[in-house]
């Protein structure tokens, strides 16, 4: 299981600090797989990477930019985050999507830039209420699927056995996200089912036994994970809200740890 939260833009450097705390002090079960990760603001890299070192805790970036490093005012590399200290990678982010016009095509460079990098990416696809709505949400989540990930598919099979091993796929349906609405039990299971049956379609692997979890986040918080966790094709939840309530995401943590 992985647990992952999205802090987004939200903590003040106190907020930060408190949560930071509460995940320091995590323990898991002694027979726990589970890994957690949390997103910070970039301003509080350096802050998670000291509290977090002696913790199974890990951190990462909202984002990383595609090329290695440049003229990009305002932007961070994936070296950059790796050599604070941090391991992972959201990318294609719904809000990411929206509010700054990533396409499946720049989402998938940066994942390749984040594997070569040696980080984590969790790439996020997921429908809009209208995408949902024309019942059209299957074929528009395994397209973002193919299309983000052209370029692993274009890799040496060594290299693409690589790729495979690092990636992490998050299924988080738009409308979900932040409103307080979950996609029903069925709705996750089916689209799980369905994006791991396009990864053994395009990469020939059978997954999650190949190692490519998929999480599902929108809404998830620790009243409803133990359900949408204990869902076969779910490996995990990305959390957006909820990480944001220490009480609330160390239960979630707690609820995975035993799955
Ligand atoms: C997210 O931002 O990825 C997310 C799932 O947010 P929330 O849990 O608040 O819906």
Sequence with gaps: MIIAGNWKMNPDHQAAEALLEALSDYTPASDSNCEIVCFPPACYFSMANQALAKTGVRWGAQNC???SGGAYTGEISAQMIKEQGGAWVILGHSERRQYFAETDALVGQKIVTALQTGLR???CVGESEEVRNKHSHDNFVQSQLEA???LVAQMSPDAQ????????IAYEPVW????GKVASLLDIEAMHQGLLQKMEAL???QLPEAGVPILYGGSVNDANAADILGLKPVSGALV???SLKPD??????????KK
């Design 248 to 257: 609330a995401f160390l239960s979630i943590c707690h609820i995975a740890d």
């Design 176 to 179: 979900a996200i932040g409103t």
């Design 65 to 67: 930019h595609q090329e």
């Design 148 to 150: 983000s990930l052209e």
């Design 161 to 168: 056995k690589k790729a495979l091993a690092q990636l992490v």
């Design 121 to 123: 990416p969790i790439l």
């Design 203 to 205: 990469f020939g692997v």
């Design 240 to 242: 957006g809200g909820a």
